[in-house]
C-alpha cells in the first residue's frame, strides 16, 4: 500500500478497496486511495482519504502535505491548506510541489510578495514547465515591485502554455509593465 501511496495505479483500485473494507483506518491503503483519487482528478475523494488518515495520526506529514499541496490548488485562499503548509515544511525543505504551494497560498493572501517569490522561485528550479507556477511567480514578483522579473516570469508562462483566463491577465500586465 505504500508503494502505490507513492506511485498511484488505478488498476490497484480493488486492492486498496479491500483493505480499507477489511481495515478503515489503514492509513497506508487511506493515501494509496487518495493519491489514486487524485489520479482520476477527483480532489474532493482524495480530500476526503487524506483526512481520515489525519483523523487516524493527528500529525502524519505525508497527509498534510497532499491536503496542502490540494489546497492550494483552489483559485481562492484556504486558510487551512496555509496552516498545513506552514506545519510541514519543515519536513519537506526541499519538495518542489510544497514550495509551489506555499507560495501561491502566500500570494493570494498578500503581505508578503518577497516570500511567495522566494518559494515559486525555488519550485521553479524544478519545475521548469510549469506555466500557472510562472505566472504565480510573476504576479509575485510584480507586488514586490521586481518589475523585469515579473516581465520575464510572465512572458514564459505565456511561451510554455498558459491557459486562459490566466494567460489574458498575463498579456494584461505584460502590456502594462511595457
Do not use: C, H
Amino acid at each position: 500500500m505504500i508503494e502505490l501511496a507513492n506511485n498511484p495505479v488505478l488498476s490497484a483500485i480493488d486492492r486498496v478497496e479491500q483493505s480499507l473494507q477489511a481495515e478503515p483506518d489503514n492509513v497506508p491503503a487511506l493515501m494509496a486511495l487518495g493519491a489514486i483519487d487524485e489520479q482520476r482528478t477527483d480532489v474532493a475523494a482524495a480530500g476526503v482519504a487524506y483526512k481520515k488518515a489525519l483523523k487516524r495520526f493527528p500529525d502524519f506529514s505525508p497527509a498534510k502535505l497532499r491536503l496542502a499541496i490540494l489546497g492550494a490548488a483552489k483559485t481562492d485562499f484556504d486558510e487551512n491548506a496555509y496552516d498545513l503548509a506552514q506545519q510541514v515544511r519543515p519536513t519537506y525543505p526541499n519538495d518542489p510541489d510544497l514550495a509551489k504551494a506555499l507560495g501561491l497560498l502566500l500570494y493570494r493572501k498578500g503581505g508578503e510578495p518577497s516570500r511567495a517569490v522566494n518559494l515559486l522561485k525555488q519550485s521553479a528550479a524544478t519545475r521548469t514547465n510549469d506555466p500557472e507556477l510562472f505566472y504565480y511567480l510573476g504576479m509575485a514578483q510584480l507586488q514586490s515591485k521586481d518589475l523585469a522579473g515579473s516581465r520575464q516570469s510572465l512572458q514564459k508562462s505565456l511561451a510554455i502554455g498558459l491557459k486562459p483566463p490566466l494567460s489574458a491577465e498575463a498579456g494584461k500586465v505584460l502590456s502594462g509593465l511595457k
